[in-house]
């Protein structure tokens, strides 16, 4: 658990701002400007706030009340920024045992069989960066700082300077890094990269803080759909695969019933969150029958908030904790009835749930 209580006057801007990160991947999200970068620099020791608090593990690295200042060099993080920053002398190789040169002895963490195999850099090791696309330069950058073995892992929007290939590219690797259970402080400005890799979602928005809490929560709160913008508003849904159908469609179980996908892993039992944008949810009273749509799932209506433009968001319940978030128009809500509490349909296509709306689930 990491506990962080920041406040600071720029001036122009002020922060000011407290949340926990539990383990797993946190997510700060908001716009350019919010303070996500001064926050995890603050949290680096790069930068003293006028007041705050840092507490990793019951390990107070920062209490400006109580004088205490940790180094940034002995605060046992790993740093991961926007640009790879990898020394161009050295090979991978090289690199990689730079950051294991800074791992406390006795330090538990991935040994570098370990990193390399997780992070697919071993036909790397002897190349020099200059010879690395972008995204195995941010590859080469997470392991090394893995072997540092830190408390928690910072990373800076490590993806934001790569195109759509390379991120997608890299994505993969990252969702194992959060499956290690190290806690990771995520910046990013993505619905689709916090949406696929965050465990909790702290957002910020001018310097304060928005919402907070798990990443299924916040992403399918009504309140919150203009944060994320109505193109890419969504909620995430877990899901566990059955398996392939004889015209090659997976079946893969919800909590609401079973959905059909186009593109998926088909192993029996793997577990998936799929991402389903609100724009591309329709909603029924009655079951639809006749359509060509195949994913149906059934649900209740939790919230409904409307917006100056005329749209709805409503936050449909499917059980244990699950939740899609529509977006229609004020008047399909009073055609509909749509309440609190009444009983609906959500009709997806499966279109919509494509490749980069699928990641792994636990």
């Known amino acids: 658990m990491l506990q962080v209580a920041l406040a600071q006057d720029f001036g122009g801007f002020s922060l000011d701002i407290a949340f926990e990160a539990p383990a797993g991947v946190t997510a700060l999200f908001g716009a350019s400007g919010a303070g996500k970068t001064t926050v995890v620099n603050a ?40 640009e790879a920053r990898l020394f161009p002398h ?10 294991a040169r800074y791992a406390p002895r006795g330090a538990t963490g991935p ?22 696309s972008g995204g195995e330069k941010a590859r080469v950058a997470i392991g090394r700082a893995l072997l540092s073995k830190p408390r928690f892992l910072l990373m800076d929007e ?20 959060r499956d290690t259970g190290l806690p990771v402080l995520h910046i990013s400005h993505s ?20 919402a907070a809490g798990p990443a299924a929560t916040i992403l399918a709160d009504p309140g919150l759909a203009d944060l994320f913008g109505a193109a890419e508003a969504g909620a995430v849904i ?11 469609l997976i079946r893969a179980e919800t909590a609401a019933g079973p959905l059909w996908l186009t593109e998926a892993p088909n192993t029996p039992g793997t577990a998936v969150r799929l991402r389903v944008h609100a724009s ?17 799932l059934s649900g209740t209506v939790e919230r409904i908030e409307e917006d100056a433009q005329g749209r709805a968001w409503v936050r449909l319940g499917l059980g244990q904790g699950e939740a899609l ?38």
Request: glycine share 8%; with cysteine.
């Open 280 to 296: 591309d949810v329709i909603l029924s009273r009655a079951r639809p029958a006749g359509l060509s749509a195949l994913n149906i």
């Open 111 to 132: 040994e570098f069989a370990r990193v390399v195999e997780m992070l697919g850099i071993g036909p790397l090791l002897a190349r020099r960066p200059a010879s690395l």
């Open 43 to 82: 949290v680096a020791g790069l930068t003293r706030p006028d007041r705050g608090r840092v507490i990793s593990e019951g390990t107070v690295l920062l209490d400006t009340e109580a004088r205490i200042f940790t180094p940034p060099n002995r605060r046992r993080i790993g740093y991961v920024f926007q």
């Open 90 to 99: 050295l090979d991978v190789r090289a690199n990689l045992l730079f950051g």
């Open 238 to 248: 877990g899901a566990r695969i059955v398996g392939a159908e004889e015209d090659g």
């Open 325 to 362: 978030l529509a977006r229609i128009t004020r008047r399909s809500v009073a055609a509909l009835g749509l309440a609190p509490g009444v009983a609906c349909h959500a009709v997806l296509k499966s279109v919509a749930l494509a490749r980069e709306d699928l990641g792994p689930g636990r």
């Open 158 to 177: 490590p993806l934001a300077a790569l195109d759509a290939p390379r991120r997608a590219e890299i994505l993969p690797f990252l969702e194992r890094l």
């Open 191 to 210: 619905v689709a990269e916090v949406a696929r890799l965050a465990d909790t979602i702290i957002c910020l928005e001018a310097g304060r803080l928005r």
